[in-house]
């Protein structure tokens, strides 16, 4: 063979190699450009009002905080709050709001500060939530209009903390039942909002919303208690103090405390299933529990408690939310039913006025009046006293629903405490089966106007 051709061929070959590393070089920028372009979004909702319900909000701030410090792009949280706590005459610390206990001399981490909350007021209800998660900027009310814009190849994040019962989750002026919020998943799952998606669900009773939840939807769920339990307030008077000053309300929910700060913790490689185990061991009076698609939970938190995280690095958060931390052993919980009762009892304590008083008397009393409008209902429908909180999840979402909205309309609206009977109105859906569903509404409406 000559040197020219030699030559040539040479020359061919090392063209052809140019050429194949071009080709890599420009597969690998599409690649970074993909992943690149792939997002996390959130969506926090704190469900309540009244300053009683103080943790809520707390928590749903300091979620804000810890998402935002973890890469996240604000313009992808979104975050419902009624805002009525940090400016209530009655807060120590107007303007602020504390997750968490302090010693006397530490000014504690204020978590509403930079707290951006784009629904709050009236603009927190059900059908605003659930427009948000399907990305309808046209049909929410009020706000900032911001809703999901998430792609198929985005990471979605959702936290609610509120109360609850059997079937539903509270807002301040209505409720969201389990299958409306199913319907939802199912259209963002058809419309292929979401790679994969984390709902954390803080409130009494919430694994009923999860129940009917596919296995197959790329959807994570835990929830702070079976759906036949209550959830649990925590950093409760006396174990409210910052900087030396009680608070007057729980500063935290326990599920709620216990996932924020074991990430706070900063290693983000530690999956899912971990720190639901981590979870699960903390919160000691009701049981944690997880649904929908398991086998995600294999995933690190930090590709959901993190915007951009790399699994190849541990990422340290600051540590100023971990000083001090208050052992889980020696702070108190309260259950989410009795938080407004050990509120109002604990001002009096404090106040004992005329003013203090009838509000606890009338918390005593609305909770009597509770216990005996049911028990009326139960013998109207033929319900042993026994069975009157059996064990029942929902299948009838009309029944449901519509006896809800007749027992408010005629005895009143639901109150954290008396939540709890929902479970009666799913028993008498669900087995009164004999009976027309207009029989168990005219029921409802008859054993009321018996007692107002």
């Known amino acids: 063979m000559c040197i020219r051709d030699r030559y040539q061929r040479r020359v061919h070959g090392e063209t052809n190699i140019k050429y194949f590393m071009k080709v890599l070089l420009l597969a690998f920028l599409a690649l970074s450009f993909v992943a690149v372009s792939a997002d996390n979004w959130a969506v926090l909702v704190a469900g309540s009002d009244g300053f009683w319900n103080y943790r809520h909000q707390a928590d749903i701030c300091h979620a804000y905080h810890i998402l935002l410090n973890n890469g996240y792009k604000p313009e992808n949280i979104i975050v419902f709050s009624a805002n009525d706590v940090a400016n209530s005459h009655e807060n120590p610390f107007p ?3 504390f997750n968490k206990p302090t010693g006397e001399g530490e000014i504690g981490v204020d978590v509403n500060a930079g707290c951006v909350i784009d629904y709050e007021g009236y603009d927190v209800f059900p059908r605003n939530f659930l427009a948000v998660l399907r990305g309808e900027a046209e049909t929410v009310e009020g706000g900032t209009e911001k809703v999901l814009g998430s792609t198929h190849e985005d990471r979605v994040f959702i936290y609610f903390a509120d109360h609850g019962a059997q079937g539903l989750i509270s ?4 409720y969201l039942f389990a299958d409306d919020l199913i319907k939802t998943f199912q259209y963002m799952h058809e419309n ?3 790679s994969e998606l984390v709902f954390y669900l ?8 999860f129940q009917k939840l596919p296995k197959d939807w790329k959807i994570y769920a835990t929830s702070a ?4 339990e209550s959830s649990w307030a925590y950093y409760c008077t006396p174990d409210d103090k910052v900087n030396g000053k009680n608070i007057g309300s729980c500063l935290g929910d326990h599920y709620s405390i216990s996932w924020m700060e074991d990430t706070e913790r900063g290693d983000l490689t530690e999956t899912l299933n971990d720190q639901y185990e981590i979870v699960k061991k903390r919160v000691t009076k009701s049981q944690v529990l997880e649904w929908g698609e398991l086998g995600l939970n294999v995933q690190p938190i930090g590709n959901y408690h ?8 541990i990422n340290r958060l600051k540590a100023q939310f971990l000083r001090k931390m208050v052992s889980f052993e020696t702070a108190r919980g309260i259950d989410s039913r ?8 604990n001002r009096h304590q404090i106040y004992n006025n005329l003013e203090s008083s009838q509000a606890l008397r009338a918390e005593i009393n609305e909770r009597l009046g509770a216990d005996h409008k049911f028990a009326q209902l139960s013998k109207y429908f033929n319900f042993p006293a026994e069975d009157l909180l059996t064990q029942t999840s929902p299948e009838d979402f009309n029944c449901l629903k519509e006896s809800v909205t007749v027992y408010e309309q005629t ?5 954290d405490y008396s939540l709890k009977y929902v479970q009666f109105l799913v028993n008498v859906c669900e087995k009164r089966r004999d009976l027309p569903k207009e029989e168990i509404l005219a029921g409802i409406a008859t054993v009321c106007a018996r007692m107002n």
Do not use: I, R
Request: aromatic share 16%.
């Open 171 to 174: 807002f301040p002026t209505y």
């Open 192 to 194: 292929k909002m979401y």
């Open 225 to 228: 208690a079976s759906p036949y």
């Open 411 to 415: 005895c009143g609206k639901f109150s």
């Open 202 to 209: 803080e409130a009494c009773e919430s694994g009923s919303m």
């Open 338 to 345: 009795d938080v407004k009762l050990h509120y109002l009892n």
């Open 95 to 97: 303007g602020q709001l």
């Open 306 to 313: 993190a915007n951009g995280f790399q699994p190849t690095t």
